[in-house]
């Protein structure tokens, strides 16, 4: 059995052809993992072509090619409104292209935006919509995003005015409606992300931030520095959201029943071609879900990611760069223990994981059970070599046994 070719961890060659050398900065670390951005992104230059963005996203997510296209050009047609409007075209009409991401837990969603983030020039900022609470008092306080976003800009408003805010798990915003929803303070949160997401002025210093206040009191008083606005106009930030929306297949399914005479037609049609009921998701079934309209209509560009079968799950394996085998060639390494995977033992993990139904994270859960006692027992022995096969997937504690003993 051939053993699988895998790049050095380390060596993920230069980054994808037509990145300008300044982009090139925010190197990853490990793969698929993005150093904390540069506390001052480079200026604005941006020449990537949709193509492009797509090409590096196929480096590390595997699958998802409608959501990598939606988001490629999401991204190009804001860099390029950016720089339009940094040249003193002033575009009056136009409307900013936010973008829902939805899709089955563990498919990718955070990690397609978490690696495109990899390339933004603009500040770019990610939180969890569940850390914000109406009031601002218990969680945070959406505003806080968008100051965030001039803390990445190195202080710079200008800069942070044509950034980047992705908010993850706005499924658990929803409220009233079919799922089940958080409580009335979802609605809240919701609310108050609209005037951001449209046209919002928001203060440089947190009105809740007294040693900010006072501080820029201060240097008020002293006159000194280059002026700096008091409010950051987020007429041009553009939004990244997403969910897993659970339960959302079966609001479209009833209402693709309900609505028309050939509602059973186009429900047989869809799954007859494997698609997901989340591709046909309308603004009406992300109502019934319970978002709020207002909110609903301020993300035009939606799009769905597809569960992962298990032949995507032996290609996340093999193929992506931020696999999760290379985790554990590095963590074995530290000891001075090579790990080799097969083609035969990464497709059992591969079926194994298929079976936990929650995408690529099923294979961080069979990982783990297969290597807990090789983790253990091996640092510290003679065993300096070992295979992952499909043998040794199937029974790890018998593999683990007659490796101690054959070099015991
Ligand atoms: N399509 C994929 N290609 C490569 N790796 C993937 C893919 N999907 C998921 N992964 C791996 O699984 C991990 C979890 O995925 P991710 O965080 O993107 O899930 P998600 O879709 O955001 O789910 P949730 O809705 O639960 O937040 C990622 O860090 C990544 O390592
Ligand atoms: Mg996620």
């Known amino acids: 059995m051939p053993a699988t070719t895998h790049r050095e961890p380390n060596d993920l060659g230069p980054i994808t052809a037509g990145v300008p050398a300044k982009f090139r900065g925010a190197r990853l670390a490990k793969p698929g993992v993005v150093e904390s951005a540069a506390p001052t992104p480079p200026e604005f230059s941006f020449n990537l072509k949709p193509a492009d963005i797509a090409r590096h996203l196929n480096r590390f997510?595997?699958?998802?090619?409608?959501?990598?296209?939606?988001?490629?050009?999401?991204?190009?047609?804001?860099?390029?409104?950016?720089?339009?409007?940094?040249?003193?075209?002033?575009?009056?009409?136009?409307?900013?292209?936010?973008?829902?991401?939805?899709?089955?837990?563990?498919?990718?969603?955070?990690?397609?935006?978490?690696?495109?983030?990899?390339?933004?020039?603009?500040?770019?900022?990610?939180?969890?919509?569940?850390?914000?609470?109406?009031?601002?008092?218990?969680?945070?306080?959406?505003?806080?995003?968008?100051?965030?976003?001039?803390?990445?800009?190195?202080?710079?408003?200008?800069?942070?005015?044509?950034?980047?805010?992705?908010?993850?798990?706005?499924?658990?915003?929803?409220?009233?409606?079919?799922?089940?929803?958080?409580?009335?303070?979802?609605?809240?949160?919701?609310?108050?992300?609209?005037?951001?997401?449209?046209?919002?002025?928001?203060?440089?210093?947190?009105?809740?931030?007294?040693?900010?206040q006072l501080q820029s009191a201060m240097s008020a008083m002293r006159g000194g520095g280059a002026a700096q606005p008091e409010t950051i106009n987020t007429r041009h930030i553009l939004f990244i959201v997403s969910g897993a929306f659970s339960g959302m297949t079966e609001i479209v399914?009833?209402?693709?029943?309900?609505?028309?005479?050939?509602?059973?037609?186009?429900?047989?049609?869809?799954?007859?071609?494997?698609?997901?009921?989340?591709?046909s998701a309308a603004t009406a079934d992300l109502i019934a879900y319970g978002l709020e309209p207002e909110f609903v209509g301020r993300l035009p560009v939606r799009v769905a990611c597809h569960g992962l079968s298990e032949e995507d799950l032996f290609d996340v394996l093999r193929k992506s760069e931020s696999s999760l085998i290379h985790q554990y060639e590095r963590a074995f390494a530290a000891y001075g223990i090579q790990c080799v995977f097969k083609?035969?033992?990464?497709?059992?993990?591969?079926?194994?994981a298929a079976t936990e139904n929650t995408g690529a994270r099923g294979l961080m859960t069979i990982c783990e059970r297969v290597f807990r006692d090789f983790k253990f027992k091996l640092p510290g022995s003679r065993v300096k070599r070992f295979s992952v096969t499909a043998k040794m997937v199937a029974a790890p504690p018998a593999e683990l046994r007659r490796l101690l003993a054959a070099r015991g």
């Open 343 to 352: 083609d035969d033992g990464l497709r059992r993990l591969a079926q194994l």
């Open 61 to 212: 997510v595997i699958g998802q090619r409608e959501a990598k296209k939606v988001l490629s050009v999401a991204l190009c047609d804001h860099f390029q409104h950016v720089r339009l409007t940094l040249e003193g075209q002033t575009a009056p009409f136009y409307q900013k292209q936010n973008v829902l991401l939805l899709g089955p837990t563990g498919v990718g969603k955070t990690h397609l935006i978490r690696s495109a983030a990899e390339l933004i020039g603009v500040p770019f900022v990610k939180a969890d919509a569940t850390k914000f609470s109406e009031t601002g008092y218990v969680g945070g306080d959406v505003d806080d995003l968008v100051r965030d976003l001039v803390r990445r800009a190195g202080g710079d408003v200008k800069k942070a005015e044509h950034g980047i805010i992705y908010l993850d798990e706005v499924d658990k915003l929803a409220t009233r409606g079919e799922s089940g929803g958080r409580d009335v303070s979802g609605r809240g949160v919701q609310t108050n992300l609209l005037k951001l997401m449209e046209d919002g002025d928001v203060p440089v210093v947190s009105p809740n931030d007294m040693t900010g």
């Open 253 to 279: 399914r009833r209402r693709l029943l309900s609505g028309s005479s050939r509602g059973d037609e186009a429900l047989a049609e869809k799954e007859g071609k494997g698609q997901s009921l989340l591709t």
